[in-house]
């Protein structure tokens, strides 16, 4: 199934496709998103607008067509993947006030649409994550960020299946009575005060001593496993190296 998530009528028929195949949506992550890296005195009015229009307007045309098609009337849990947006996105300005425009957008639909069946809608918010979306970055940008994990206070990124766990807990029933907020999961990188430069002590360039999750158990299809991360290879060996973390600790 074929979806442009900016496209409004576009969202509205996939999830009718959905509910006519299936006969329920219980619920929508909207993962979808993106940018490109540029300072915001480079940033071209249209390029602002592209950005905004794929991640706050693309998040709203799957909200509303989740609810006309089918929650409005039944209920169901709806999770956003935005990003960790604390302190700006410095070369990302227009990322950063999309995805804050998705968590504010996010409070207001959980009151407005609470009281349709107990929707609830809540946003995940990501720090730096080994992805398969790293491959859309510069090779200079790889690079960097492949030799910076250890400013991060775990000394460490986060990995995909450390979100998709939040997400998992947000629409089960475990999060029941959790409604409009934003769950950061970024190791703690948002607290941290910005470059470590002449502080280094604290943090752990030598590797993490937290404990990693990578991967979910072995399913039929394996569709969470971290084989299918499709990324840079630095990134994959960094990747390769929480593996090691994660099999010696206990988690
Ligand atoms: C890891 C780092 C941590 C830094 C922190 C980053 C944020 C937190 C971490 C997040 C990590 C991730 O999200 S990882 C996920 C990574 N995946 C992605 O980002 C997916 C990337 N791609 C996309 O989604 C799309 O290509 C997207 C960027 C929205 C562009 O969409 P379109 O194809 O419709 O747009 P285009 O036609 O190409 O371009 C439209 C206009 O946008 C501008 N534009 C487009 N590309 C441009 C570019 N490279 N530089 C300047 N300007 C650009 C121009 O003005 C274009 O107009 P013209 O000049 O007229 O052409
Ligand atoms: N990796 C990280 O460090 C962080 C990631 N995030 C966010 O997490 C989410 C997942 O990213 P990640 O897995 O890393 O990167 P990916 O680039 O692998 O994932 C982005 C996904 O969005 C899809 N997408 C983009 N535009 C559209 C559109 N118009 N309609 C439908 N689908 C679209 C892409 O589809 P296709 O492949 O077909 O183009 C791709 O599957 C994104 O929203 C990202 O911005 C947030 C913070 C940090």
């Known amino acids: 199934m074929l ?3 900016r496209d409004a009528t576009m969202a509205s028929q996939v999830i009718q496709d959905i509910v006519t195949r299936h006969g329920k949506l219980n619920g929508l992550v909207n993962n979808a998103g993106g940018q490109f890296m540029s300072p915001a005195s480079q940033l071209t009015s249209k390029g602002f607008s592209t950005v905004v229009d794929l991640n706050l307007n693309g998040t709203f045309n799957m909200c509303k067509a989740a609810f006309d098609g089918y ?3 039944h209920g169901g849990q709806i999770v956003t993947i935005v990003a960790e947006t604390r302190n700006g996105i410095p070369r990302a300005m227009h990322t950063g006030a999309a995805r804050a425009g998705i968590i504010n957008m996010t409070k207001t639909l959980a009151i407005e649409w609470g009281p349709y069946n107990g929707i ?4 995940v918010a990501p720090g730096l994550i080994i992805s398969s979306g790293m491959k859309n970055y510069h090779e200079t940008m790889v690079d960097l960020l492949a030799h910076s994990h ?3 206070p775990t000394s460490r990124y986060g990995t995909e299946s ?5 997400v ?3 629409l089960s029933p475990a999060a029941s009575y959790i409604n409009g907020v934003n769950l950061e999961v970024d190791g703690g990188s948002s607290l941290s005060k910005g470059n470590p430069e002449g502080d280094e002590l604290k943090y752990n360039p030598e590797g993490s001593r937290h404990p990693v999750y990578v991967g979910w158990p072995e399913g039929v299809d394996n569709v969470h496993g971290i084989k299918q991360v499709d990324a840079p290879a630095k990134i994959n060996e960094l990747l390769e190296k929480y593996k ?3 099999r010696s600790s206990k988690i």
């Open 244 to 246: 090691a973390i994660g």
């Open 150 to 152: 250890w400013m991060n």
């Open 3 to 5: 979806l442009n998530i």
């Open 162 to 166: 450390e979100v998709s766990a939040s």
């Open 71 to 73: 929650m409005g009337e």
């Open 168 to 170: 998992a807990f947000l």
């Open 120 to 123: 609830r809608i809540n946003c």
